[in-house]
């Protein structure tokens, strides 16, 4: 097999880094390795506005200092974004995507949307402008099991809108089911699909056989082992349509572990190792560089990298880093429970 792999340096498209303290001990994590990412703004307040969204890029820039990484932004939508500030989005390289939260559906999500129809004038400018739309993909509805939200978004929400807007670019964020990879498969303009690394590696049984373990618990949450293959037939498909966000979305260990635990999962630091991993078992390491490296960089109408990463196989399985500190908190790092044998080499750490 295979013991040394260089690719281009990879970009995250779907990123968390929060925050003040969080912030400056998560970002050098993702600075390490990636070149570019996709920094989400559910922040409290969300980042809903070009002001908000450049001060926090300043705030990124310096936690991120020394290394060769560019934040992008994505705006937060509201009930309120008025078209022109989708304008301005679109006229400043510093946002590429907007983020639609449908309100009440992960963290920090109550300012998001409630009605769809509220925001479609916000959404046809975005349509005329290219503006790319970012979702999360699930209904909220109480009487929608949690396992059926992502279907039941699609049916319900996400193929009404898009035939009623096709100019419209979309990206369902961290796709979780057979039924999103094969509505991505279908649809035959304007839609791509973010899948992560947690994704392609657990299944719902990690969060709840034999114990629960709250660290697996993620929005949307982990499905049966049928939907774990689709996403991995589909992330080592070389359909550009699917690409790497990793979704790492560090919270405290108090946080998670709580009688109301938060949803999400460090995994930055461990990314590329877990998803060499994956590629390497599917015995289609040749194309982990076009997930985590170019496809997704065309999508949001970049170059791919000039710079590369090498990542290395050892004999035995790597011991991942357990945890980091954040200002005197713990913050867990994603372990899939099985062994991964990869590690990204440190002089290809920048
Ligand atoms: O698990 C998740 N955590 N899913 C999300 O959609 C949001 C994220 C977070 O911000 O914690
Ligand atoms: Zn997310």
Redesign the pocket.
């Known amino acids: 097999m295979t013991d040394q792999l260089t690719i281009r340096r990879p970009d995250d498209w779907h990123l968390?880094l929060r925050d003040g303290a969080m912030l400056a001990a998560v970002a050098p994590h993702t600075a390490r390795h990636f070149g570019r990412a996709l920094i989400?703004p559910?922040l409290v307040p969300p980042v809903t506005d070009m002001a908000a969204a450049l001060a926090y890029r300043e705030r990124i820039t310096s936690a991120s200092k020394g290394f060769d990484f560019t934040p992008y932004m994505a705006l937060y939508l509201t009930e309120d974004t008025p078209p022109e500030t989708i304008h301005a989005a679109a006229a400043d390289d510093a946002v590429i995507a907007v983020k639609l939260?449908p309100a009440g559906?992960?963290?920090?999500?109550a300012s998001g949307v409630r009605n769809i129809d509220r925001v479609i004038p916000t959404l046809e400018a975005m349509a005329e402008t290219g503006l790319p739309l970012a979702i999360?993909g699930e209904v909220t509805t109480d009487t929608v099991d949690i396992f059926d939200r992502e279907k039941r978004f699609i049916d319900d929400v996400l193929d009404p809108l898009r035939q009623r807007l096709p100019e419209l670019r979309v990206v369902m964020?961290?796709i979780t089911t057979a039924d999103a990879a094969d509505y991505v498969a279908s649809a035959d303009q304007g839609l791509a699909a973010t899948i992560t690394v947690h994704h392609l590696m657990i299944t719902r049984n990690h969060i709840l056989a034999g114990g629960i373990r709250p660290h697996f618990?993620?929005?949307?949450v982990a499905k049966r082992s049928r939907h774990r293959d689709a996403l991995i037939a589909a992330a080592i498909s070389g359909d550009p349509r699917y690409f790497m966000g990793t979704?790492s979305?560090?919270?405290t260990d108090e946080a998670k572990l709580s009688p109301c635990g938060?949803?999400?999962?460090f995994t930055a630091p461990v990314a590329m190792a877990c998803l060499a991993e994956v590629f390497a078992n599917h015995g289609h390491l040749d194309r982990l560089e076009d997930f985590t490296s170019v496809f997704g960089a065309h999508f949001y109408g970049f170059s791919p990298s000039e710079q590369k990463i090498t990542l290395r196989r050892h004999e035995e399985p790597v011991s991942v880093m357990p945890v980091i500190e954040a200002d005197g908190d713990q913050v867990t790092v994603f372990d899939p429970m099985s062994p991964v044998h990869w590690s990204v080499d440190d002089e290809s750490q920048k």
């Open positions: 968390h989400m559910n939260y559906a992960t963290t920090n999500s999360h964020e961290h618990y993620c929005l949307p979704d979305a560090p919270h938060c949803a999400g999962m």
